[in-house]
């Protein structure tokens, strides 16, 4: 088999980057990760509070984005701006030649617009394609990518778009040219098997225990989309995924969640 060089795709998300002191750390150890490397961040929390600050009042569909145009413009200046800024320049001080991008810098990733019969959730974009060679010829050049969460359609339009959808679907496009690992990093120490305690975590996640746990109702909510993200990348060629707090990507003893099939 081909030896391939490593590469860990990580996501933050509005948790982590809400508090200065979890983010300043978090990236002091993000940082110092040996190989090839690829942040992803959301940031809804901030964009709500902004958008709240311009007199717009967020609207949601069971716990997701209705992103209209208001609020497309507001996602877009505090995702691929005020958010993937801070968060380039920060790795910058820390010695790692960050780049930051949303999916139309360099057409690096194309959307089209969410198709839902059911309900209209405006300027959300469903993931088409990623430009993997684009990716690649960054990475050898020791860039580490910044991706936000804001792709395009390829005609002009700018759309909202999951990030932990394009964290997977930026793990499973290099996943031909490297031997990926995907970490998911958010508030708890991984996935709870109670949600009342946060050392409840289930230290490796098969796919037919998460049938299991999501039909009894234990796993539910957001961390549904979360772990279909998951299996999606493993399925399509990710080595490893990972889910837990910010701690996880220390190269030491971690406690999260294995995800595996």
């Given at each position: 088999m081909e030896n391939k060089p490593k590469l860990t795709v990580v996501k933050i998300g509005g948790n982590v980057i809400d508090s200065t002191p979890t983010l300043k750390a978090f990236l002091k150890d993000f940082?110092?990760?040996?190989?090839?490397?690829?942040?992803?961040?959301g940031g809804g929390k901030i964009a709500t509070k902004t958008a709240e600050g311009l007199g717009i009042t967020p609207v949601f569909h069971e716990g997701r984005r209705i992103t209209d145009k208001p609020m497309l413009d507001?996602?877009?200046?505090?995702?691929?701006?005020?958010?993937?800024k801070d968060i380039t320049a920060q790795l910058q001080a820390l010695q790692n030649n960050a780049l930051g991008f949303t999916g139309a810098d360099g057409n690096m990733i194309l959307s089209e617009k969410r198709n839902n019969a059911a309900?209209?959730?405006?300027?959300?974009?469903?993931?088409?394609?990623?430009?993997?060679?684009?990716?690649?010829?960054?990475?050898?050049?020791?860039?580490?990518?910044?991706?936000c969460a804001i792709t395009h359609n390829g005609n002009g339009q700018l759309l909202n778009t999951n990030a932990d959808t394009i964290a997977s679907a930026l793990a499973v496009a290099c996943s031909n040219d490297f031997n990926v690992n995907l970490l998911y990093c958010f508030e708890k120490k991984g996935v709870l098997s109670n949600a009342d305690d946060d050392d409840s975590v289930i230290k490796k996640l098969t796919f037919d225990k998460y049938s299991q746990l999501r039909e009894e109702k234990i796993i539910h909510s957001g961390m549904l989309p979360k772990l279909e993200n998951c299996y999606d990348a493993l399925n399509k060629g990710v080595s490893a995924v990972y889910i837990g707090s910010p701690e996880m990507i220390k190269q030491n003893e971690i406690t999260c969640t294995q995800v595996s099939l």
């Open positions: 940082a110092a990760l040996s190989g090839y490397k690829i942040l992803v961040h507001v996602a877009v200046m505090t995702y691929a701006g005020l958010i993937n309900i209209d959730f405006g300027w959300v974009g469903d993931i088409v394609s990623v430009n993997h060679k684009l990716v690649k010829v960054l990475l050898q050049q020791n860039v580490v990518p910044v991706f």
